[in-house]
């Protein structure tokens, strides 16, 4: 894989029914002003924590560094239990994806919707996606996920490139017709461009509704109306955007490492793209879209929406605008396909590596053929069987087809949240380990500097891959903010009635966790008793990589001017477009 592909693959992991479809329900929850802030609390808490991944991998590009880097810096153990966290998180986002698909056929709004804001046609739906059973749609859409993923990684990267590029392409469209459409209803009307804003809606929300188990509706006000409604948006945003990690993923499989220092700048342009489109989708929506609107009401713990719920396209039906709304729902289809692949893609990649891990597989008999078959790999380097392992589990996704087992899928979202969000901790703790074997050296030394306390990595070396500022204090808000969702996660599944098949599904992978570390601990243990056991780690830091150019100076996605005494000269001009590029591809 190329930059370009690692660019646009963790890019385009990241933009699937969260973005379109869920972002009405957070709007419904906590008012547009409050969307605006939830989704940069959760870009900044995700970005601090693929930050510290990302330096980690960068300096070393090694196979499956979600499991490896809490491995070499925590606990085995540890490791070993995130490896399987994250890989039941990315095969459920497989399943949910392909089930939003499904959902998604079924495009229908009623005629009175409709013709309260006199809309020019009468009726609006897709005719034969509500005639189609949805199953049929599940099982194109998996295979077709199947074909996508056994192909050789260079042909995956081109597909996933074309996707991700025609995404940013939508999105700013996207941006730009709500931004037009609310310049035109102000000229019209003449009210202010943020009357949505202001009373009688507001920035927040004046109440958060929710009703968990389908039988009693809870209505929260005031301050405390606004605190869980916060909170239930920041849980749901999280599941849209974690597919941040999947510019370390692909470190294994990219080319020109040392050249390119694809993983630092992939890390930082998926960040900073995400994170500015979403909020600027939420943004310009909410200039046009009320949150009370009667298509955005949500008020179960978790389900998956319809192309009826999104709130761009409501935007249109608002405005009377015809056509595009068929546009957007067909292009929702093709986002959450898209994502799917992408779901599969991490997922299979993090089981081979978890299949590569020595000394717990067993040497004889089943297991160990289980491991062999799971670890080998095509004549094109693709990890065929854990592809079709992984695969398997999408075939949840054909839960969806009836209203109950839906509400099975969306408990398992929540459980692959807690998970994910115990992945990044550990990653965030693991950067801090990390931290303890790194200093502030002589830029002309290299990587890997001998003291009389031992070896350590220099991080202020010309050539050192990827360095942020202040990052182990990134980590340290990304650890905080990953615990405090932990804990409070299922918070509704204490109203009355208890719920304990929501407590279960947003607390589950917590003893999960604990009880594959202790595990793995008791394969080699003496004793049974785990206040008598010790961390197994390496902490090693043999063989960093360190970049090719050795200039600050000259280094990917700097600037770097040529002709110091004049601004505009020719070769300052070429350079400026040769950095804009840098950052654009």
């Not at 980690?56 to 925590?74: E, N, Q």
């Not at 949505?196 to 507001?202: T, V």
């Not at 087992?405 to 801090?432: D, E, H, K, N, Q």
Request: hydrophobic share 45%.
């Amino acid at each position: 894989l190329g930059e370009r592909h690692v660019n646009m693959i963790a890019f385009s992991s990241t933009i699937g029914i969260g973005l379109f479809l869920q972002s009405g329900k957070i709007m419904y929850l906590i008012g547009p002003g409050g969307a605006v802030l939830a989704y940069l609390f959760m870009g900044t808490l995700l970005w601090s924590a693929n930050a510290s991944l990302g330096e980690m991998t960068a300096v070393f590009p090694v196979k499956g560094p979600i499991i490896d880097f809490p491995s070499r810096y925590l606990d085995e153990g540890v490791g070993f239990a995130v490896g399987w966290m994250a890989w039941f998180a990315y095969i459920n986002l497989t399943a949910t994806e392909v089930s939003a698909v499904a959902s998604l056929f079924k495009f229908k709004f009623e005629p009175e919707y409709l013709a309260s804001f006199s809309y020019p046609q009468e009726t609006l739906q897709w005719t034969f996606g509500l005639n189609t059973n949805p199953a049929v749609w599940v099982g194109m859409m998996l295979l077709a996920i199947l074909a996508i993923n056994l192909l050789p990684v260079r042909a995956y990267g081109e597909i996933e490139y074309v996707c991700g590029c025609i995404k940013l392409i939508v999105i700013v469209g996207i941006i730009m017709m709500n931004t037009i459409i609310n310049a035109n209803n102000t000229r019209t009307n003449g009210t202010s461009h943020f009357q949505l804003y202001q009373l009688p809606w507001g920035f927040f929300s004046n109440q958060t509704v929710t009703d968990p188990s389908g039988g009693r509706t809870y209505t929260f006000t005031g301050g405390t109306g606004r605190l869980v409604g916060m909170w239930s948006a920041m849980n749901t945003i999280f599941f849209s955007l974690q597919g941040f990690f999947t510019v370390s993923v692909t470190a294994a499989e990219n080319k020109h490492v040392e050249r390119d220092e694809a993983i630092k700048l992939a890390t930082r342009k998926v960040s900073l793209r995400v994170i500015l489109l979403y909020v600027l989708v939420v943004f310009t929506v909410g200039l046009n879209v009320p949150y009370n609107d009667k298509n955005l009401q949500d008020q179960t713990i978790s389900s998956i929406r319809r192309g009826q719920n999104s709130p761009i396209i409501i935007a249109c039906i608002r405005n009377g605008i015809v056509g595009w709304p068929h546009f957007f729902n067909a292009f929702y289809i093709f986002s959450a396909f898209s994502c799917g692949v992408n779901g599969l893609f991490i997922a299979s990649r993090l089981l081979h590596a978890l299949a590569s891990i020595r000394n717990v597989w067993p040497n004889t008999g089943w297991g160990a053929n289980i491991k062999a078959r799971l670890e080998r790999t095509s004549s094109k380097g693709v990890p065929v069987n854990a592809v079709f392992v992984s695969w398997l589990f999408g075939l949840l996704g054909f839960l969806a087809v009836k209203p109950s087992p839906a509400r099975i899928l969306g408990r398992m979202a929540i459980f692959s949240t807690c998970s994910m969000l115990i992945v990044y901790a550990c990653v965030a703790i693991s950067f801090l380990y990390f931290k303890t074997r790194t200093i502030n050296g002589d830029p002309d030394e290299g990587v890997l500097v001998s003291t009389p306390e031992g070896q350590f990595l220099n991080r202020n070396a010309s050539d050192y891959p990827y360095k942020s500022h202040l990052q182990w204090l990134r980590s340290a808000y990304a650890l905080f903010g990953c615990c405090l969702l932990i804990i409070f996660i299922g918070w509704r599944a204490f109203l009355n009635p208890f719920s304990h098949a929501d407590f279960l599904a947003a607390y589950l992978s917590v003893p999960i966790f604990i009880i594959i570390v202790a595990l793995y601990h008791l394969k080699d243990e003496s004793e049974w008793y785990p206040w008598t056991w010790g961390r197994r780690v390496t902490m090693d830091i043999g063989n960093p990589v360190s970049t090719q150019e050795k200039d600050p100076e000259k280094r990917k996605g700097r600037f770097h001017r040529v002709d110091r005494e004049r601004w505009w000269a020719w070769e300052n001009v070429v350079e400026i477009g040769r950095w804009i590029w840098v950052w654009m591809k």
